[in-house]
C-alpha cells in the first residue's frame, strides 16, 4: 500500500500483512507529530504527484534492496501532537536490507516527495522549512 | 487554450490553491507565472527576486515533471497544462 | 518493556506506548522466523542473564543515542515460520537517533546475549551458529 | 560444597540442563568442568580439544559474569555458584 491519506492505519495488522515468504526482517518507521510547542501540525500534498513519486521511491528500494514488501502511508490535514505522519514499513529476507531500505525511504521522501507541513502554534503557524533547499539531495 | 496553475504551501496561502488561466499559443512558462504572481505584489516578492527571476529555492513542475529554473523561460505551455509553483519540500 | 517470554506481543499497541514526550519518531525491528525449509525455529535462552544482558543494551542504546523509549522482547519456545522471533521498539526526537539506537540494540543482541536458536527440519534439526564466533563482536 | 552447573544449546542436549554437584573446597572451574565432561565422551570432545582445553569458541560464565578461558584454570568456584558452558550464541 502506497498512499497518501487522512486516515491513520493499523501498523500492527501492517507488519503482519508484511511478512511475504521469505521474510526474516520487518523494519518500521513511524514519525511522529514532535511537540516543538505547537497545538498541531498541518499537512498538504501535491497529491497526484507526491504518489508517484512514493511509488517510485518504493520500486527504487524494492529493487536496489531487493524488499518483499514495502508499505508507505503518508497522512495530510491537521494531525495532533503524537499523531503518526508517515509510517514505513519494509520487510526483507535479512536485517541489513530492511534497514537500508527503510532508511532509503525515509531519507528520499525527504529529499524530494512535494508535502508541506505547517507547524499551528498559540500566535499562528510556520511551515517547516524542508531539510533539502532545492528539493534534491544535498550532494555536498 | 486553458492552463491550470497550481501553488502549494505558502505560495498557496498567497495566491490560492488552484488558478484556471487563458492564455496565447507560445507562452513561456516564466512569463506566464510572472503574469499572474505581479497580481500579488506579497506573491511576487516570495517567488521572484529584485531583478525578476525566479528564486533560487521555487520549484517548478509541468504535468508533474520537474522543469529547471534556467529553462522555464524558454518552456511552452499548452492547452490542459498543469503547471505546479512550490517551496522546498518537507514531508516526511 | 525488556523481557524474554514464550507470548507475542501487539506489536501496534507497544508503538503507540513508545511515544513518550518529545518523540518524532519510531523505529521498529521485527524479526520473524524465516521459511529456510525449516518446520520450525526453537528458541532457548540463560534467561537470568540474557534479561540482565538486555537491560545493559537497552541503556547503553538510551545513553549514547539519546532515545525516549526502549522495548525489547526476545520469544523463545517453539515458534512457526513468520512468527514473531524479536521485536525493538525505539523511540527519539529524530529519526538518525531512532535508526541508530535500534540498529545497535540488534547488532548487540546478536553479538552478546546468551540465547540460542535450533532450526527444526523434517529430519532433525540443527543449533544455528552465532554470527560472532566468540560471543563478542567482531573487530576486524 | 554444592555448585550448580548449567548447559545450553546444544551442550543441554548432551549434559542435560542442570547439574548439582558436591565439591571440594578449591576446587578450580576447568578441573570441575573437565570431570563433570569425561561422564559423556561425546559432550566432553564437544567442550574440549584433543589436548583437554576447552574449545575456543566455548564460552563460560561464573554467577553471570564471563570468564577467560584463559583464566579459568586458576578460577575457584565456590559454595552456591552458578556456573554456565556454552556454545557460541545466536539470538536475534
Known amino acids: 500500500m502506497i498512499v497518501i491519506q487522512t486516515d491513520d492505519v493499523d501498523i500492527g495488522a501492517l507488519i503482519i500483512a508484511a511478512k511475504k515468504h521469505g521474510t526474516g ?26 504518489t508517484q513519486e512514493l511509488d517510485k521511491i ?5 529493487e536496489q534492496f531487493r524488499l518483499l514488501h514495502v508499505d508507505i502511508i503518508h497522512r495530510i490535514g491537521r494531525l495532533a501532537v503524537g499523531e503518526n505522519i508517515l509510517m514505513i514499513i519494509v ?16 531519507e528520499a521522501i525527504k529529499a524530494g516527495v512535494p508535502i508541506w ?22 550532494t555536498s | 487554450m486553458t ?8 505560495f498557496r496561502e ?8 487563458d492564455v496565447v499559443t507560445g507562452t513561456m512558462f ?22 525578476g527571476a525566479f ?5 517548478l513542475m509541468k504535468n508533474g515533471k520537474r522543469i529547471d529554473i534556467a529553462d522555464a523561460a524558454k518552456t511552452p505551455v499548452a492547452d490542459g497544462d498543469e503547471i505546479a509553483v512550490f517551496p522546498p519540500v518537507a514531508g516526511g
Chains 1, 3 share one sequence.
Open chain 1, 58 to 62: 518504493a520500486k527504487n528500494a524494492t
Open chain 2, 14 to 21: 498567497l495566491f490560492g490553491a488552484d488558478i484556471m488561466t
Open chain 1, 91 to 106: 520487510a526483507a529476507g535479512h536485517r541489513e536490507e530492511a534497514y537500508a531500505g527503510s532508511r532509503f525511504i525515509i
Open chain 2, 30 to 51: 516564466t512569463s506566464l507565472i510572472t503574469t499572474i504572481a505581479k497580481k500579488n505584489p506579497e506573491g511576487y516578492a516570495a517567488i521572484f527576486d529584485e531583478k
Open chain 1, 25 to 50: 526482517a520487518v523494519v518500521v518507521f513511524d514519525g511522529v507529530v514532535r511537540d516543538d510547542d505547537i497545538t498541531e501540525m498541518e499537512l498538504e500534498a501535491y497529491e497526484d504527484v507526491a
Open chain 2, 55 to 59: 528564486r533560487e529555492f521555487v520549484i
Open chain 2, 3 to 10: 492552463v491550470k496553475i497550481r501553488f502549494f504551501a505558502r
Open chain 1, 117 to 138: 507541513k505547517k507547524e499551528l502554534t498559540k500566535d499562528g503557524g510556520r511551515w517547516v522549512p524542508g531539510e533539502h533547499g532545492h528539493g534534491k539531495p544535498k
